[in-house]
Each structure stands twice: as structure tokens, then as C-alpha cells.
DNA sequence: TGCTTACCACTTTTT
DNA sequence: GTGGTAAGCA
């Protein structure tokens, strides 16, 4: 023992005092953190509690007290930004208790234990995302010549799966899909319709077959049954296939790289690499999937291991990709079930995050349908306590007429509160004050929180799309503030990736001497999408030639695209046009003048994806993404596969950013972001978009605020429930109850997001109640009957107005 | 209350 | 393109 159990919160606080704002860890964290190793430990954690902290220090309390190393110690988390950030404060927080220890020996220390501890190599603890440790420890377990085999990811995933599993199995043939497979998927997918071309196909067959390995289903029994005998034969022959194709060329998908991983694991094949973990812990759990639950109920019975589970049923939010919150929701039964020791069950409540105001508001809205409680665990976990003091705000409800009178408010109290003396509120006869924080605080401490941030509405007609609140934000608040909503519009529709796109196409491809557009991309065979986009291109790169950009010397972008075009260097000290010149090298150099494109964070995430393409291109295409000299066979083609590997994909939206550039939000652009991307941070502003898309009741978008059937994903639970050993738990609750549940828990996680401020924003519609507007975020239950509008007992006539709400309308 | 016509809306997330 | 709700009118 390096720390006695007693001196170990002493010197937490005394190393780490901020993190718990130079107060000891409360009384219920404490005792999650020194529970004892036996029984499985089982938190659950509400919004703002400290439930990664507390994991953290559950894990160092392991080491420096109970004497465990770090290498015997396996924490998971769900997302990779959520494992790095765990990993992080590991070591951090864990090198500065060895400080403690250096400056400060223990009293009962003897040589002895200064050796132990300055042996602690705290980089050796496990940690990362589960598939991320299945993939290393698979590799480490690796028999001497065994291949090992390699992760794939989606993409290719998908391919293999259409080449070598959907077309042997002949469930499309002759440009057709097989009717009763194609009838049968129909329930899965969103507004249940069948899907039409292949690449609709291969989604739904994934999403089947990836279903069926995470819920440890019996493909057999789910052939057999008499429903879609058809489809479902034809299915399980495709998902066998696959999984036969994947294992014979050694490669492993997410799904499969769990379940060899399950199969090894209970089979002892991992004894050997696994040898002496002691103790896991789980982060995120309520977003497991079946199969991994099995692999942790595995790991802690075969290794004898002490297994720590956290996590919050009510923030539940990736049921598409498996997780079943009903595994976390009944961890206990389940676990006692499997013959595991009962587990101790602890509850943190304590809210660091919010103020009073704001808790209530969020305990208030998870209790507010009956209906929602059967999804909780039991008995739930107690309201949240909130620890903050109040600063006299209430939670505010902005409603306007109009999607533009809405981004007009928003706007207003943005450039208030960030770029002015902050904003003045009166209401119910008070004035009320948001302020920017006294140190430092900026437009980045802000955030508008959105199902979806789409900045246009594609519509389908001949009108020109239709602007939502995050594009006329981004006009509204500009010049003066950034709007950062990288995954607003589609790579393509950019203005400034278009110049760049254009610049290129133009430099590489001139127009014919006869005027032809674009030479050879005429002569090339382009699908729709680059047939339409590219000529966009061309026209946004020839209207900023002909600003005349800056820089002019030492020569102008007209110059330069002209060099490029005739492959005439601009500089006499260049002699001759290169044999060949890499494409991201031209890439570059067009960044001179593209200022904002390099000056922007946004613009930044989009060079980063831009350049991730051309860099990819250059590992399939025989060019290497290499522009040759000439106008030769071998120059053209250099050209058309730039063309078709590069910027096709860029014109089919077939290219995703990736934020992970952008390791924090810029400071001083204000984020735009969907709820799941949200998920475990905190800002002190947020506002919530509960309806600035919704003019009607209108039955194409129930589905998003108070569905009227259940989505695919609940559809394809139910079906699969009789063959998967989980779905009785699922469907406890029926489909569209489940729907209604997911809501709950969107909003819930929006909810409990902000620190001070928390502005429901939204159309006047939301709130009539002659023709009503039912929305979960609005606290309207599942039965349609409405939080916000008590009917005063004797009275039969409804009220005007909502006359039960929880927030103050400005 | 019943009928006709105008209007509106058709995701999101990750390993 | 489609199909249902809102709103106007009798």
C-alpha cells in the first residue's frame, strides 16, 4: 500500500484541488470511489455529478491504496474523444499524486515503497474505446504464424459486404432486388419504405446483419420463422457469407471484431495477454450493445476481475448502433442472473454543473410523463441535487412569429451579452441580467443545441432551398462573429472549398482551345452529382479570378491558373514544367488566395478534408494523385483519375469532415451543434432549438417531437426480439413507446447541458394551445396531453395560453 | 360541421 | 412527388 486509505483524499485534494473546486469529493463520490473490489460496483450518474472524475480516481485509489498496477487496470469508454479525455486525466491526475508522494513522503513509508512508486509507469493503464482494445489485445494475443487480422472501416465494409455476400446470394439480380427481401427490409427503414437501388439495399442489410452480431441473435432461428420466410433466409445466407468472406481474408469489421474478440475470450484464447487484469471499468454504459455486455460479464468471471459500472439510463442516445439501455436499466438482475455477487448500487446526484434553476428544470422535464418512468431504472435515481449557488436567472423561453424574428433574438443577446454590457431582460415586472463571465468570456462560451444543424432544407421542387435557423444565424451574426457548424452544409456547397475545388479543376483541365469546357472532364463518363457540381466549381473559381484576389505579386492568381493551364512555369528560375507534379502540392499553393479558408476554424476542417481526399486518392488510383506532364495518354489519365477519385467523391457529399482537427471549439465563433455531439460537455449559454422548423402539425415531422409509429431501428428491435436473447428487455416496452423514450432522452442530455443560462428558443406555434404543436421538449407526454397546460378544476374551457410554465418567456 | 383548396415537409448519431 | 393538416367558406 502506497497511501494509507485515510491520507489518500488528503492528498487528492491537496494534488487536484480544482476539481472539485477546492472542496473534498461529497460523501456519496467517496464512497464510489473506495467501494470495495469485491462486488461489482454500480453508479449511476446524473447530468453534471462527476462521473468520469470519479471513475478516474476509483482507478488511481486502485493503485496507490489497494496496490494494483496500472496494467492490471481495463477502462472503456464509448466514444474516442471520451477515452482520450479519461486517459488524460489519469495521467495527469496520477503524476501529480507520484509528485505528492516525492515532495511529501508518507509517514509510514520505507524505502521500499519509494521504489514501488517511482516504478509505477502510469502510461500502462488500459484504456481506450472497446473496439480499440479488443483490436490491440487481438493482436497481442497473436499465435506465432496466425495472421492478424486487419480493421476495415465502414466503406470498405460495405463493399465487400454488396461484392461478396449481397451478389453471390442473388438477392439482387438483373438490376432488380429481390421482392419479398426488399418488402421485408421496408419496416426498417425510416418512414418504412423499400429500398429502390443497391446502395439503400446494402444500408439495410448492414444494419440487419451488424444487429443480428450485436445482439448475440440465432441466426437460425431468425431464418426459421414463418414471417418473411423468403427475405429472412436470404438474409441470414448474406449475413453468412459476409461473415465467411471476412474471416477467410483475415479482415474484421466493428461488429466482427467484437464478436471474435467474445469468441476468443470465452473460448481462453485471451488468457495469456489478459493474465493478471484485476479490476474493469466501464464508462458510458448505458450506450452498451448486448455483445458487449457479454465480454464484460466475460472478462470479470473469467479473470475473477472487479468490474466498476457507470453510467445514466436517461442520457441514453445511440439505440441505433445497438446500445440497449435496458442492459444498463436492469445491470443488477442481469448480473445476479449470471451468477455474479450482488452488486453494490450507488447513486451521484450531486450537480456541479447548473445552477438551481436549471436542475430543476431538467428533474422537473424527465418526471413530467408518467409514461417515461418504466424506462428508468428502479427505483430511479433521486433528483438531482443542484450544488450551485443561484445567480437569480430563470430558465427563459424565446418564441417569435418567424424563423427570422428568431435568429433576430438570438443574434440580439449573443452581441449583448459577448460584444456589449450583456443583455437586459424584463419580465413578470423583474430585469434580469446576462452577462458574459468577468474573465475572459467569449462567443465560444455560447452554444445554439439543434436535432439537426443542417443550415438548408433541401427541397425537392424547383425553389431554391430553404434557409434554417443555423444559415440565418450565420448571416445575422457575421461579419463580426464566426458561426462554427462545420457539418452545416456539405463540403461541396461551401463557397470557399468551391473556389479551391474550381481552382484546381481549372488549373489541371483547361477548356479546349476551341472553347469546349473542360476537356477532358467532358470526354469522361461523370455520375450526376459531378456532372452538376463541377461546372459550379469552375464558375465560383473564374468569378475570384476575376476579383483580381490578393496577393498580386509575385504574380496574380490569373497568372497562375494561366501557368498551370499551358504548364508554362511562372518563374524564370524554374526551367522546364515538371514531369510530374503532386496534386496536393497545387492544393496548397492555392491557399495563398484563400485567405479565409486558412484563417477560419471552419475553413480549416474543410482543408483538413479536402486534403485527407486527395491524400486518399493517392493510395488507390494508379496516379497517386499525381498530375503528369503532357498532353500524352498517361497525361490525361493522370487528369480523369484526379477527377473521378478526388473530386467525384467531393461532389457526392461522399467525403466527411472530421472535427477531431479542431481539438476544442474556437473561443470566439459561436458553435452550432446537434445534441448527440454534445453530449458530455457544458456551456455556460445554451440556447435549445425545441421548434424553429415546425410552421404546422405536420405528420412528416412527428417523428422528431411526438411520433405517431415507431422508427426502423424500434422495428427492427421487435423483429429480432424472439431470436436474440435480449429482446424480451427491449420490448417490455413497445415500439413506439421506445420512440418516445429516445426523445425524452434528447432532450434531457440538451437540457442539462448549460451552466447559467438555458434558453428554450422556438416559433410562436409551439406554444398555441387552440391548435397545438405536441413536442416532447415541450414537456407534452406521450398520451398528448400537455405539462404546460394545467386545466383549472371547474373550468371547461381550455386556456389561451400554456399557464404552467416552467420558464420565463421573453 | 362538412367540404374544398392551399400549403407544407420529408434526421440524428459512431466504432 | 405525395399525402395529410390548416384554413377558408358555406
Redesign the pocket.
Known sequence: MLIEPADFVGRLQASIPLQFGARPPNPRQLECIEAPLQAPLFIVAGPGTGKTTVLVLRALRMVFVEGLLPEQLLITT????AAEELRSRLLTWGMQLQESLVAQPPAHWQAQHRVRSNALDLNRFVTG?L??VCEDLLSRAREPGEITPALID?FVADALLLRHAVYPSGAYADGAIDPDLAAYLAQFN?QQEAPTNVGELVKLVRLVSDRLTHDLADVTHFAGSSAHSNARHRLADVHDRYRRHLAAEYRLD?STLEHTFFTRLAAGRLDRVLHGIAAVLVDEYQDTNPLQEQIYFTLADRLGASLTIVGDDDQS??R??GATVEIFRDFVARWTAAGGATPSVKFLIDNYRSTPEIVAFFNDFIESDPSFAGARVTPPKPRIVPQRSSVQLPVFGLFRPTREDLADAICGIVRDVFRGNGHRVVANGQTYLIERAASGGDVGDSVLLS????EF?E???QTPPEARLPALLRVRLGPTINVYNP?GRSLRDVPEVQQLLGLMLECIDPDQPNGAAGGIQASMRLRRDSQRYLPIWRDAARALIATNPEPRSPHRLRDFVDGWQRRVPQSAAVGAWPQEWPALDLFFKLLVWLPELRASPEGQVYLEAVARAIAASATVSNYRSMIVFGQTPHGQQSVSSFISSVLQPLAESAVDIDEEVMPDVPRSAFPIM?I??AKGLEFPLVFVDVGS?????????R??RHPTQP?GVHNLEDDLAHCTPVGASRTSRDGITRAFDDLRRLYYVAYSRPETVLILVGLNKCLEVA?PLPHVATWYRQDGSWAWLLQPPGQRRRPAMPNSLPLTLI
Not at 78 to 81: A, L, M
Not at 451 to 454: A, I, L, P
Not at 693 to 701: A, C, T
Open positions: 464509448f466514444t474516442r474523444k474505446t473496439d480499440s465502414g425510416w466493428f442516445l445511440y441505433f448502433r436535432h439537426s444543424v443542417e432544407k427541397t425537392r421542387g457539418r446537434t448527440h455531439q422548423d415546425y410552421k404546422r402539425e405536420h405528420p412528416l415531422n417523428f422528431k422508427d391548435r
